[in-house]
């Protein structure tokens, strides 16, 4: 059994917890939370902390708090020389005081309080200081999921930019689409079927080989045609500006 | 029986053909291709004409060529007040010959040549110019399709311009999206989960309440970071105008 102690009992943290809970070789040996949970989270109802000081022995610690709140917290903790590791996509493990053997254990999904989600499809991305600290760092992330990657500091910090091009501002673009269909008194739904296929055809072709639409055919009556039509000056800016890179990004094919 | 003469022969006329072959109300008259077509498509093999002087009599005409050759081939049909249709989504209904009824059967979905639809979830937008010719149109919808809306032009242009947004522009963030994986020996399918979600949250949620991420949380520091590290100055550009275009709307909630 690896024993792991849990600090901090967000959205990632909860999640986390059920996932580690289901592996019959893991074991949570306590949760630290400010305050002392009562109601939710039955499976580890006995083993809440709300003092840093009454923390037991455990194989690794995993802190699972705001990114302001990991340098503080790490310097808080009364032992040294343990492995412990943080959760988040945008800190470097730097911000883990260097008193302890640090490391990252990052799953990268966006989690939602109220949403089962199943562990075993989302990407967990792994660094340590030291390669065994790594591999068990790996052996608990091979329990609960069946994407394992190590990834460096950099490499999360550049994983992070390219998750909010493809999750916020995908997500943007899906808002500015509904409201040109509110505008025009169409439902939003008409769009679900393509906004899926958009998402299925790049599972098995490039982004870039996916392309379609009148930026890359270079349909300037059409594109004419649209931003004429739009009235909204941020709207027709966002247009403008991703048309003219679809079209610089064709030019370097 | 409505029966169905079919004009063009195309990627979105040959998933129609195969379609309307399915249904036992409907009947594929002729198939016009300036080519004839001898290998592909056996359904319809003994029914290509490729001189439009041959069209017999039939319910309805579908017109599925490119934009531009709606007009010519439309006033080059030497019949008259028939119910005749085009697949286009950027197509006005006035582009067809005004000498026949006029309509508009647009199926929004991007086709591909090799790849299986099933058309029941393709929602099919309809127009016509009398209620009459729109009670056939809508008999036809039906009989292929769970997903049929009454789409008015200039809606279907606002439509249009909404799948853009939402398809063109968002695989275009998924290309530098998985630009910046590439960059930085990042394996893009860690990606693919978070891609995947962000389709799901918002069956349930509106785009505006599904929005998470640094712009939204006004989370500067990250902003500035994640600006820094961005080299290339057109990925830097459309994150500004992203960001802002959410930080906006936000203001606005």
């Known amino acids: 059994m690896i024993k792991i102690c849990v600090i901090g009992f967000g959205n990632v943290a909860q999640h986390l917890i059920k996932a580690v809970n289901n592996s019959d070789l893991l074991e949570i040996t306590q ?76 799953p990268l999904q966006t989690f939602s309080k109220n949403k089962e989600i199943d562990f075993k499809e989302i990407p967990i991305c792994l660094e340590t200081e030291n390669p065994e600290d790594y591999k068990t760092l790996e052996n608990i992330a091979k329990c609960i999921s069946n994407h394992v990657f190590n990834i460096s500091s950099p490499q999360r910090k550049a994983l992070h930019i390219a998750a909010v091009f493809v999750n916020n501002f995908v997500n ?3 808002f500015i689409g509904s409201e ?42 059409t594109i004419d045609s649209h931003l004429l039509f739009l009235q909204n000056e941020n709207y027709k800016n966002i247009y403008q500006i991703l048309t ?8 370097k094919l």
């Open 31 to 106: 949760v630290y939370s400010r305050t002392i949970q009562t109601e939710s989270n039955r499976i580890v109802l006995d083993r809440f902390v709300n003092d840093l000081d009454l923390i037991k022995d455990a194989d690794v610690y995993i802190i699972s708090v705001t990114d302001d709140a990991i340098r503080h917290i790490s310097s808080e903790l009364n032992f040294e020389n343990k492995l412990v590791v943080h959760t988040s996509g945008s800190s470097s493990i730097e911000n883990i005081n260097s008193k302890n053997r640090r490391g990252v254990f990052y």
């Open 172 to 174: 943007h673009l899906y």
């Open 180 to 221: 040109i269909c509110k505008e025009n008194d169409i439902p939003f739904e008409i769009l679900q079927p393509l906004i899926s296929e958009t998402v299925e055809k790049i599972k098995t072709l490039e982004p870039q080989a996916a392309q379609t639409g009148p930026a890359i055919r270079n349909d300037i009556r």
């Open 244 to 251: 003219r890179s679809i079209q610089n990004h064709v030019k």
